[in-house]
């Protein structure tokens, strides 16, 4: 089953988890559509879903640093040498965050959350997972 967005329970056990002010990394593991899958009736025009996972990622990278975020790593998957037969990933993505509660404030801002209709659209499968530094 895909993994698309976190539930409100997801998002108070990230919170819970992770250390607070403390900087956290945050790897995102991503698998496109071949054509974005936008609501029937939405007003986006057709294109693949790399390139509605682009439409999101104008306003995500600018919330990202507006945060005092970065992205530290963007590179593409090629193979999955652990992981079960199905599981594959198109794209790694790690950013960093000052803080978890940086972070949060990211994902309540009304313009992020407005864009996080194109990654919706654009995702097939999709992984976020909270990380700090030993």
């Known amino acids: 089953m895909p993994s698309l967005n976190p539930s409100a329970q997801q998002l108070a056990h990230y919170a819970e988890a ?5 900087p956290v990394l945050m790897l995102n593991l991503l698998r496109y559509h071949a054509e ?4 029937s009736g939405s007003a986006h ?3 693949s879903g790399r390139e509605a ?3 999101y990622s104008r306003t995500a990278l600018a919330k990202v640093k507006a945060a005092g975020g970065e992205v530290t790593l963007m590179a593409q998957a090629h193979a999955a040498l652990i992981a079960p037969a199905d599981e594959q990933w198109d794209d790694i993505l790690l950013v960093s965050y000052p803080s978890r509660e940086a972070f949060l404030a990211m994902l309540a801002d009304e313009e992020y959350r ?4 194109h990654r919706t659209a654009a995702l097939a499968d999709s992984r ?7």
């Open 45 to 47: 025009a057709a294109c």
């Open 53 to 55: 996972y682009a439409r």
């Open 36 to 39: 974005a899958n936008y609501p």
């Open 114 to 117: 407005a864009a996080t209709v």
């Open 18 to 22: 992770m250390p607070a002010g403390t």
């Open 128 to 134: 976020l997972i909270g990380a700090t530094r030993r």
